[in-house]
């Protein structure tokens, strides 16, 4: 699903409760305060983040995208896709994150769906993420989403802390 207009949230499903997500820039303020708890979550889990500091370039058309996720009107969740390798057709999830509140509400299921359809808009092909051990929930939702364990990407993460995954954008969502 994409928006008509940046910051302008547009329902994934219809009806009441529904999860709406609007693309925006990383500056946005929904998408500050969303991942300054993001990495006040990852550093409460672990006892230490990777900075929340992205280039707005990165995710923004043609080379990624920023989106967010809202519930009766109340910014919920975020993430955003960048290109790993372009060339190839690789596209990387980052910063998927849904409030404590919000879990359990499809709005991380509906964010990771809308990142892979925009990154297979711009011509991705598969797509990789990270998440750590201690987030059963992400790691459940990536494998119900047909996500596969894959090698680290990122050199030097810690392997006791650090689980890579991958997905063709070929196959079911």
Not at 23 to 34: E, Q, S, T
């Amino acid at each position: 699903m994409t928006t008509s207009e940046p910051g302008t949230p547009q329902a994934a499903e219809p009806g009441p409760g529904a999860v709406e997500l609007a693309a925006c820039p990383v500056g946005h303020p929904d998408a500050a305060r969303l991942l300054g708890e993001f990495y006040a979550d990852q550093v409460g889990r672990y006892g230490f983040a990777e900075s929340v500091d992205l280039d707005p370039a990165e995710y923004a058309d043609p080379r990624g995208a920023f989106v967010v996720a809202y519930k009766s009107a109340s910014a919920v969740g975020c993430g955003c896709w960048r290109w790993h390798d372009q060339a190839a057709g690789t596209a990387e999830v980052k910063k998927l994150y849904v409030v404590p509140a919000a879990r359990g509400s499809g709005a991380g299921r509906a964010l990771l769906t809308w990142l892979e359809r925009d990154a297979a808009r711009a011509g991705a092909r598969r797509v990789i993420l990270e998440t750590g051990v201690r987030n059963t929930a992400a790691q459940g939702l990536f494998a119900s989403a047909g996500y596969l364990p894959v090698p680290r990407y990122v050199p030097g993460r810690d392997p006791a802390i650090n689980r890579a995954f991958a997905r063709s954008l070929a196959g079911p969502a």
